[in-house]
């Protein structure tokens, strides 16, 4: 049983440019969370997808938006990348559409130059 | 706003000790609340969790203790070994999941 994958594992992009991020969710999952980890600090939730809907949202511009697929998969874009964005994104994905006991993925690192 | 924190962002102890790493919360309407574990390169880890209305709840060489009074938050590591050096954070949950800034272990053997 496949855990939580995410796609690409690294990515480097320069200012304003765009990327693209995937995740797909553990098997029988059907809740992803987005979460940007910053060195050396815990993750910050970004938002949450449930039904294809965006259920939840942390305090991250509308730069940050993000879809979730009828197979539960889901994909994280950021629009015009600033150097802050730099960081580890991290896919979560649970059982429900609460918290709850949430399967990390191995995140994507995101270096903007 | 209310956030989730940790007390020390660094713990050193003895291969064969028990460790502890505390965390103190501040939002009185969380009801759930999740111990991780984070490996270099890695994502975090679910270690235990424990709802709003348990005071400690254990599981395999950790147990999580609960104190809604002063808000408090711990981990119990019995018997650390060199495998749970890592980086711990804390997380609460209401609507969403708010994790702290970590705590680093580290098991001199």
């Known amino acids: 049983d496949a855990g939580v994958t995410q796609s690409p594992t690294h990515l480097i992009k320069t200012r304003g440019q765009q990327v693209t991020l995937r995740c797909s969710p553990k098997s029988g999952h059907d809740t992803v969370s987005w979460y940007q980890q910053a060195l050396g600090q815990g993750p910050q939730f970004i938002f949450q997808y449930y039904e294809e809907e965006e259920r939840q949202r942390g305090n991250f511009p509308d730069r940050f938006s993000g879809h979730q697929f009828p197979n539960y998969s889901s994909e994280l874009n950021v629009n015009a990348l600033l150097l802050g964005d730099s960081a580890l994104y991290l896919c979560?994905?649970?059982?429900?559409?609460?918290?709850?006991?949430?399967?990390f993925g191995p995140g994507t690192r995101l270096t903007v130059l | 706003g209310e956030s989730v924190g940790l007390h020390l962002p660094t713990l050193s102890v003895q291969e064969g000790d028990n460790s502890i790493i505390n965390c103190a919360y501040s939002n009185s309407a969380s009801d759930y609340f999740i111990w991780y574990k984070q490996e270099s390169g890695k994502g975090p880890q679910f270690i235990i969790d424990?709802?709003?209305?348990?005071d400690k709840r254990q599981g395999q060489r950790v147990t999580v203790l609960l104190n809604k009074t002063v808000k408090h938050l711990s981990l119990q590591i019995a018997a650390t070994q060199p495998g749970d050096s890592a980086v711990y954070f804390c997380?609460?949950?209401?609507?969403?999941?708010?994790f702290g800034a970590g705590t680093r272990l580290t098991v001199k053997p």
């Open positions: 424990i709802r709003s209305n348990m």
């Open positions: 979560a994905s649970s059982l429900d559409n609460r918290a709850g006991e949430q399967f």
């Open positions: 997380a609460e949950s209401l609507n969403d999941m708010r």
